[in-house]
């Protein structure tokens, strides 16, 4: 269903503005730059021990799920933006993205806000960047 939803509006779309596509094409665009950056993650924590990815990749974890959650609060918006009022409806094709315009708060907290995973994340860079600058100091100077 979801997909007949979507093959008929991007054939719906194609006959409609430059700005519709636009918006299409920026969507896309940062959903599958996210998706790259989960997928590098994914791999990087399949080849490393699990203490160095604990070590390396605890931060870079906090920032792709405060990532995802801006990213699905500007999709759901865009796609709003291109449905108009039928986005905003309990009911019929809005339904989706009128839930998931609803819920993004509550889709995206659980497991820590925006702000506390992107400080945890600086946090844990620091951490990694100073156990490494202990561990090979150098007499050179910046």
């Known amino acids: 269903m979801f997909l007949t939803f979507f093959e008929g509006l991007i054939t719906y779309t194609i006959k409609l503005s430059a700005v519709v596509r636009f918006k299409l094409a920026n969507m896309a665009r940062e959903t599958e730059a996210l998706q790259s950056w989960i997928e590098s ?11 160095e990815a604990t070590d390396l990749l605890a931060g870079q974890t906090a920032q792709v ?17 291109i449905m108009g009022g039928l986005g905003l409806t309990k009911g019929g094709r809005g339904e989706r993205l009128e839930r998931i315009w609803r819920d993004v708060k509550a889709i995206t907290i659980p497991g820590g806000s925006e702000d506390i995973l992107l400080d945890l994340s600086i946090r844990r860079a620091i951490r990694v960047f100073e156990s490494r600058t202990q561990a090979h100091p150098t007499s050179s100077k910046f």
């Open 41 to 51: 993650l994914i791999y990087q924590l399949g080849s490393l021990s699990a203490q």
């Open 65 to 81: 799920k405060a990532h995802s959650g801006i990213i699905l609060e500007k999709v759901v918006s865009q796609a709003i933006q």
